[in-house]
């Protein structure tokens, strides 16, 4: 018998299918077709795990690169549950079976039994120790979704349940079936149970809008909401719901979005409220979109600055969301440089570390990249401080220094060629 010789073709094709073997071993094994998960989960009697996703998710890549692959991840969803992925914008069944699922947030991950029937959800990015304790939720009857839905359906309603019930279903974003059963549930309650602090806080936590009859109760019994929460959060409350609600609706696209948004921006106008002048001069920044999603980007800094230092000690919100939404606008050298100050002025009176992803994002926005990678730096140390992984943000300046790395190269191909570039 020949001895197999390094290098030779036949032991090359061996080790590359061990190789593979072993890679996929690591990590989850994944169908992409649901019909097929579900033939496979009635002949092995397992349950099915499934990634809802898309193309353009953040946190559903992070998923797939960093948490999906590793071995203990593989090890115990391999063996649990028959895995499946779901793109829920491919324009094709994907898209139809997010539907059927009521999924409208990604990641989705989501737990049915052979029948195909929900038993668990929850959404958004996780580490590979959260996924797998969520998993571990799924397949306890006492704790998952279903069956906190049939003690629901069962007529339980202490107070701790209660909360716990709401608190899963917004976890697995169903927010309008949350927003319904508690309606119902409200509306049962005592005129005391009704204005008292956990009543106060389920609103909260459902995210009731402003002029919806829920946010209206507060409104309208807010001296009693004083008396069982206290002055200053309803008010704080009140206040951040007609803030974020006005400034989401200022972003929409089209004419007849803008209509709307002046109307309602009319109508807080109207109740007299101590802090319309400060949520509108903030919201006031966002009219400088027009209908189309463009935006006059110095008139934006030169608003957000006014503002910031105004108001911007007040909630340091303000100062975050002012900067994300320049970070997208931006891309050239020193093009949002005032977002860069904002956050300086932030971190200097608030020296908060969950501050620093977005003073990162808008310094390498600004092409500010060795102050970025020093910032990222710092967030890396953060997450490894606190016993968190570092994936993200190591991703974060990997893409950084690859684009840094390009415009260079487009630069100096620029510079060769005799013309001026500033991609």
Known sequence: MNSLKKGSPILIAILLLTGCCQLFAQGIRFVHNLDSALAMAKA?????????????????????????????????????FINCKIQCDDNGIGVEVGKKYAVNAYPTTMFLNSDGELIHSAAGGLSADEFIDLAKIALDPNKNLSSLIRKWEGGQRDTAFVNHYFATLKAAWRIELAKGQFETYFYALTKAEKTGKNSFELIKLLGFPPFSPLFSFVEDNKRSFYKSVGNAVVDKYLSNTYTWYLQAMVLENGSAARRAYFAAKARFKAKNYRSYDEVAMFIEIFETFDTTGNVDIKEYQRRGTAFLDKYGANNDSYTIALTQLLGNC??????????????????ARNNDPKYLNSYFYILWRNRQFDK????GRQIHDEAIRGNESTAQIDGQMAMVAAYREKLAKTKAAASQNGTISNP
């Open 330 to 347: 931006t891309g050239r050298d020193t093009d949002g440089s005032a977002g860069i100050k904002w956050m300086e002025t932030l971190l």
């Open 372 to 375: 970025a990678m020093e910032i």
């Open 44 to 80: 092995e009697h397992k349950p099915i795990f499934i990634d809802f996703y898309t193309s353009w998710c953040a946190p559903c890549k992070m998923m797939s690169k960093d948490v999906f692959p590793q071995e203990k991840v593989g090890n115990f969803f391999n063996q649990t």
